[in-house]
């Protein structure tokens, strides 16, 4: 049965991967964004308590980096708990640039502007979804409660203590604590617009908010373990939920003071359910069948056996490394709640010259690499392989010849692994995009993610996709936040052929794939823009 369900997944990401070339179907899909879903999900009939609104002093992207002048560790409150997450997933507040993109003219009206979060989501989607469920010794009635991103609050969906259905779905879960987090993913907030390339983007899109969690967690002074390898139906239940539509991805531990919970204290309840019904704006929810397959068979429970997963890890790569400026720390001194505050998509706005420098581009690697990590219930003792690497397209960086390379963090170098393209690097890469919001020629260096899906779905099972992809997005999310500390643009994009570009980096005849690309460059500082600050 799992040996079925790996099969499912290979040929979506196949199909993933080769969608430059052979589209998914449906074919000549067209985006209803008059009957588009709310970004924000409600429930409207549920009671709302509000949130603390202060955001601490935090740590720099530095002090992270190094572990030096950060808080002790404690346990949660309810004032870190939503410091996390406002910063993380919360509005922050509205932006408005002028510039040369399509929509810039109807931003300016209410019903289209852009509203920041710290956190980057594939389209702006924003598809994650939160529940804390409180047990008997939190701040909080015990209960099950939502959080609402648009005004940072709590809805309270049922009042009693069910973390024994939490800690039954968790299973692998030694060490329970008193409240759980969960982060679940509604596909329809993507779909409608991705429609069956939604689940590849939503499972990096979750891999973001958790790289943020790794961020703000030791900021914060609070311990986090994220477990991915659990069963969701129990928690689909719990939630009122259609498995179908929208399911529990990760779990996380909430201990708000430190004292371990006994696992037999509260036995799980299945008659219990959340009954609220939540919002929809859409009046036509559509399905999509290789979503729905697709995910059916990574949510099949994952028993991995840590002492074999070094062999889902990238491989060691030959030729002579080539040695990068030391990362430029002091730099990256902004507080984390400032960069995560001010963090944006690029969307076309990089302008060149000056370029990029080979030490800002080291510096981003850097800080980038260091998310590369997976989940508490499938990681050994002495923290296990990576299971992504990095790659860079150097296409106009100072101190660098163009080419593509591999970057080693252990070396803080880079391996060569392709001359510079006939015709120059940003023919190529324009060449290899797809779509219409970026001119290669502007941009500096363009990072590629990539990791070795057919060797983690044998190690890690049918689930192994989801926590590569969740790499995949923390990642991305750590260089975001480094870009930004270093005044650089950052733009997430989806858009290559990943065939191509998978054989510019000589990657042909293995089994490792790109993933996710990263454009890296500068902004034009002379720019007309507003952000205001909620």
């Not at 993933?16 to 709310?38: C, G, H, I």
């Not at 890890?313 to 709640?337: C, E, F, I, K, W």
């Not at 392989?385 to 803080?412: I, K, Q």
Request: glycine content about 8%; charged content about 20%.
């Amino acid at each position: 049965m799992q040996q079925e369900a790996i099969e499912v997944v290979r040929e979506y990401t196949e199909a993933v991967f080769r969608r430059a070339r052979t589209p998914m179907e449906p074919l000549n899909y067209e985006v209803d964004w008059a009957d588009q879903p709310s970004r924000h999900k409600s429930y409207p009939d549920a009671p709302r308590l509000p949130l603390p609104a202060e955001l601490p002093d935090l740590p720099s992207i530095r002090d992270l980096h190094t572990s030096e002048g950060l808080p002790p560790v404690t346990g949660w409150s309810l004032a870190r708990l939503a410091a996390l997450l406002r910063l993380s997933y919360g509005v922050l507040d509205r932006r408005l640039a002028v510039n040369w993109n399509q929509d810039v003219a109807k931003r300016a009206h209410f019903e289209h502007a852009v509203w920041g979060r710290g956190t980057a989501s594939g389209g702006g989607m924003y598809p994650v979804e939160l529940y804390l469920v409180v047990g008997p010794d939190g701040p909080l009635l015990p209960g099950v409660y939502h959080y609402h991103t648009g005004t940072h609050v709590l809805e309270r969906l049922l009042v009693g203590d069910v973390t024994g259905t939490v800690r039954a779905a968790l299973g692998v879960d030694t060490t329970p604590t008193d409240s759980y987090l969960l982060a679940g993913i509604r596909f329809w907030k993507n779909s409608f617009k991705y429609n069956s390339f939604c689940y590849h983007v939503v499972t990096q899109d979750l891999g973001a908010l958790l790289g943020s969690w790794d961020l703000l967690a030791p900021a914060l002074g609070v311990p986090l373990r994220r477990l991915l390898c659990f069963d969701p139906a129990p928690l689909e239940r719990l939630l009122g939920l259609d498995g179908d539509a929208e399911s529990v991805f990760a779990v996380v531990p909430v201990d708000w003071g430190g004292t371990a919970v006994a696992a037999t204290e509260t036995a799980a309840d299945t008659d219990v359910r959340v009954w609220y019904p939540a919002f929809e704006r859409s009046c036509r929810v559509r399905d999509f069948a290789a979503v729905t397959a697709v995910h059916r068979a990574a949510a099949a429970p994952a028993v991995p056996a840590p002492d074999v997963v070094d062999a889902a890890a990238p491989r060691d790569l030959p030729g002579a490394p080539v040695s990068l400026p030391a990362a430029q720390l002091d730099r990256l001194s902004r507080p984390l709640s400032t960069v995560l505050a001010t963090r944006s998509s690029s969307f076309g706005r990089f302008r060149r010259p000056p370029d990029l420098t080979a030490a800002e581009l080291g510096t981003t690697l850097a800080v980038a690499a260091a998310g590369r990590r997976y989940p508490a219930d499938v990681k050994r003792p002495d923290g296990g392989p990576e299971l992504t690497r990095l790659w860079v397209f150097a296409n106009h960086v100072e101190g660098l010849p163009g080419g593509s390379y591999a970057y080693c963090e252990r070396r803080h170098a880079l391996l060569p692994a392709g001359p510079e393209p006939d015709g120059g690097m940003a023919a190529f890469l324009q060449q290899q995009y797809f779509l219409t919001n970026y001119t290669m020629g502007q941009v500096g260096a363009v990072l590629a993610i990539s990791g070795r899906p057919d060797a983690v779905l044998d190690v890690l099972g049918p689930r192994g996709y989801r926590i590569l992809n969740a790499e995949v997005g923390s990642v991305a999310q750590r260089a975001y936040c480094a870009a930004t500390a270093l005044d650089l643009g950052c733009g997430a994009v989806l858009g290559f052929d990943n065939v191509a570009m998978n054989t510019a980096l000589g990657l042909d005849g293995t089994d490792e794939r790109t993933v996710l690309f990263l454009l890296l460059g500068r902004h034009p500082q002379a720019t007309a823009d507003v952000a205001y600050r909620l």
